[in-house]
C-alpha cells in the first residue's frame, strides 16, 4: 500500500509543479520589468529543445552575483530544476524565499521538490506554509494527509485527508485511503459513508469498489463482500486479493463448492497456507477426502520454510562443535526428516564415526550418503566413506 501511495504522491506532485513551472516559465520569458541583458529568444529555443543544462549555463554567463532581482532567481531556479538538477534549484528558490516567504509559487516548488527527494519534514514544512494562505487547497490538504502517514501521525493523517474530503468528497484516491483509517479505527460507518459519497458520483471507480469490498470483508459482510468482488471481476480486475476476499467470504457462508471455485482461480503464486486450508476444508465437507489430503499436503508444504533443514543442520553443526552431541544428533535429524540432503547423511555419519565411536550407526548413515547420489564435486566425500564402510566393517 505504501509503495502505491508514494508513486501517486509523486506522480501528482510532478503534474502540480509542472503547472507551476510552466507558470514561472511563461512569466519569465514575457517580463519586460527586469533588465533584458539574456537573450530571451535564445533562452526560450533551448527550453523548446530541453537544452536546460546550456540555458543554465548560458544565464550564469549574463549574470554575476549578487542576484537579489526575484525574476532573475526565479529563472535561475527554474532552469537548474528542469535541468535535474534540484539541489541548485532549492538554492534558488531557498534565496527567493528569504526575500518574499508568502510567494505560493515558491512554496510549492519548495514543497515540491523536497517531496520528490524524500525530504518529508520540509515538505510538510512547506505545504503547511501554503495550507496557512490557502486552508481550502485541496490538493496540499491531501498531499499533507499522504506526507503524514510517511511519518506515522495517524492524527494528523486523518486530519488532512478528511479536510481533503470535505473540499471534494468526490475525489476517489483520498476518499479510498482516509476510509481506510476511519476501518482501522473501527470507524466503520464514516469509512461506509466517504466512500459512498465518492461512488456516487463514479460508479465504475475500481478504487472505490475495492475499498468497499475490503471494508465490508473487515465488517463481516459477506454477501456484499462477494458482491463486490464480482462487481470487480466485470471490470476485469482479477487480483489476488480480490479472489481470496471471495473464497473467504464462501468459506464464511459455507458456500464451499463456490469457495474452492474462487480458490482454484487463484495462481499458484499468490496461494498461501490459509487458502490451501480453506480449500482442504471445503473438499472435506464435500466428503472429497482424496482432494482434502491433496490441499492439506500443499498446506503442510506451505507452512514449512523450505530451508528448514539447513536451520537444524546449522544448529546440529554448532551443537557438534561446541561437544553437545546429543544435540548435534537430535538436529541433523530433524533436518533429515524436512529434507534428505546427502551432505547432512553424511555430517550424521561423520558424527557417529568420530566422536561417538559409534560404528553401526556411522556405516548407516556413510551408506545413506553414497545411496543420495552426491554431485560430482563431492566425489571425495563418496570416495572417503566408502573406505570408512570398509574399515568400520572390518573388511
Known amino acids: 500500500m505504501d509503495l502505491l501511495i508514494l508513486t501517486n504522491i509523486l506522480v501528482e506532485i510532478t503534474c502540480h509543479m509542472k503547472f507551476i513551472l510552466f507558470c514561472f516559465a511563461l512569466t519569465l520569458l514575457t517580463t519586460t520589468t ?59 528558490y531557498q534565496r527567493m524565499y528569504n526575500q518574499d516567504s508568502t510567494n505560493l509559487g515558491v512554496l510549492f516548488n519548495l514543497a515540491g521538490i523536497n517531496a520528490n527527494r524524500d525530504d518529508n519534514a520540509k515538505a510538510i514544512l512547506y505545504y503547511q506554509k501554503i495550507i496557512a494562505i490557502d486552508s481550502l487547497n485541496f490538493n496540499v490538504n491531501k498531499q499533507l494527509g499522504r506526507l503524514y502517514h510517511f511519518k506515522s501521525d495517524t492524527v494528523n493523517t486523518v486530519k488532512y485527508l478528511s479536510k481533503a474530503n470535505k473540499i471534494n468528497p468526490e475525489e476517489a484516491e483520498v476518499a479510498s485511503e482516509l476510509s481506510g483509517f476511519y476501518a482501522f479505527q473501527s470507524k466503520f460507518k464514516e469509512a461506509d459513508v466517504v466512500l459512498r459519497h465518492a461512488l456516487a458520483a ?175 564435486k563431492e566425489k571425495d566425500y563418496v570416495e572417503y566413506s566408502q573406505s570408512r564402510i570398509k574399515v568400520l566393517s572390518g573388511k
Open 202 to 376: 463514479d460508479t465504475t471507480n475500481i478504487i472505490l469498489i475495492r475499498s468497499l469490498m475490503k471494508l465490508n470483508y473487515n465488517m463481516g459482510k459477506f454477501p456484499a463482500t462477494i458482491k463486490f468482488c464480482k462487481t470487480l471481476l466485470e471490470l476485469g480486475d482479477n487480483s489476488a486479493d480480490n479472489y481470496n476476499k471471495m473464497g473467504s467470504s464462501y468459506y464464511a457462508l459455507k458456500n464451499y463448492e463456490c469457495c474452492i471455485e474462487a480458490f482454484l482461480l487463484l495462481p499458484t503464486i499468490f496461494q498461501t497456507e490459509r487458502t490451501y486450508y480453506l480449500t482442504a476444508i471445503s473438499f472435506k465437507k464435500l466428503k472429497d477426502y482424496g482432494k482434502c489430503l491433496e490441499y492439506l499436503d500443499l498446506t503442510l508444504k506451505q507452512s514449512i520454510s523450505p530451508n528448514t533443514y539447513a536451520y537444524y543442520s546449522e544448529m546440529a553443526d554448532t551443537y557438534q562443535t561446541t561437544h553437545k552431541l546429543k544435540a548435534a544428533t537430535t538436529n541433523y535429524q530433524k533436518s533429515l526428516f524436512f529434507e534428505e540432503k546427502p551432505m547432512v547423511f553424511y555430517s550424521l555419519a561423520s558424527l557417529y564415526d568420530n566422536d561417538l565411536k559409534d560404528k553401526r550407526n556411522a556405516i548407516k548413515y556413510f551408506k545413506k550418503y553414497i545411496d543420495s547420489k552426491p554431485p560430482v
Open 34 to 92: 527586469i533588465a533584458q541583458k539574456a537573450n530571451d529568444a535564445l533562452l526560450l529555443d533551448m527550453y523548446q529543445n530541453q537544452k536546460y543544462k546550456e540555458a543554465a549555463d548560458y544565464l550564469k554567463s549574463i549574470y554575476t552575483e549578487p542576484i537579489i532581482d526575484m525574476k532573475v532567481l526565479s529563472r535561475f531556479a527554474y532552469t537548474y530544476q528542469m535541468a535535474g538538477k534540484p539541489v541548485d534549484a532549492l538554492a534558488y
